[in-house]
């Protein structure tokens, strides 16, 4: 039998054949792969065999048409978040909490490099004061112009909520942010979802993490969102660093112009993209840009 995975604990997952649903465990030889910390997860296409009770082994997991990895930090494996998706959404927010410009950036970065579309919301749009509406609306700008869809919210006070539902309809999206961001009340304004949801640490001023398992949510019959546990920081796995300055969109016909084609932008001379910072190039990306490098330096 083939189906979805539509949960995945670990030991568990959860696989939807047609309208039926069945509790499987994974066969043994999937578990070798040391590269991998979770060897299966939500949007995978499985093959299944049941037992007389109707319990489920995963046979095979039929080839992932693309997938979406961060690198563990618990054993520095290769952490699936979500696979078969078509477009990644990054939650974020100006205040509880404050989404950083890197991680925003290392996710469009990955997005891009998987092949997949990134869009940036930024919810809570509700509780920003004036001087702050303002400096989100030059955020909007800036990302804006670089070709990358942006939209605000409020899941709480259903702002902008038919428009988000559009830029989901007919996809498969997985969900991404830190912890707090508001993902599951967002969640449970779309889907037919009843997720749970957390106020901020009081000592932190973060989200306290709610959803602990990536999971598939149905929109409608063809829109689905692969949700994923909230996380303080996103770091790549198996990147090459020589690629990352064809993650940055803003920097490819300008980088044509350095006098050197290998430029890292870092210290080389008659560097066109250093020429344009604060130009062509915004100072935040460029930032971004330079902290991913030092990190996999």
Known sequence: ?????????GKYSL???DKKVYKCILKGNFR?????????????KVKIELDETENGVIKDIIKRENHFIKKSLKDNKAHIIGSNIDQVLIICSLKKPYT???????????????NLKPIIIFNKVDILNSEEIQNLKIINNKYTKLGITFHEISALN???????????????????GNSGVGKSTIINKISKSNQKINDLSSKT???????TFSEIFEINTNSFIVDSPGFK??????IDRNDIKYLFNEFIEIQKECRFSNCLHLEEPDC?????????????RYSSYLSIMNELN
């Open 272 to 284: 066109k993209i250093k020429d344009n910072i604060g130009k062509k190039i915004w100072r935040k």
């Open 233 to 238: 920081d996103f770091y790549f796995y198996d």
């Open 1 to 9: 039998m083939k189906g979805i995975v539509i949960k995945s604990t």
């Open 100 to 114: 950083k410009f890197i991680f925003i950036d290392k996710c469009i970065a990955a997005a891009y490099y998987y």
């Open 15 to 17: 696989v939807k054949v």
């Open 158 to 176: 259903e702002i902008g909520i038919k428009k988000l539902n559009k830029l989901l309809t007919n996809k498969k999206t997985l969900f991404i």
């Open 32 to 44: 070798l792969d040391n590269n991998l910390s979770n060897p299966v997860v939500s949007g995978d």
């Open 205 to 211: 001023g973060r989200g306290k993490q709610t959803t």
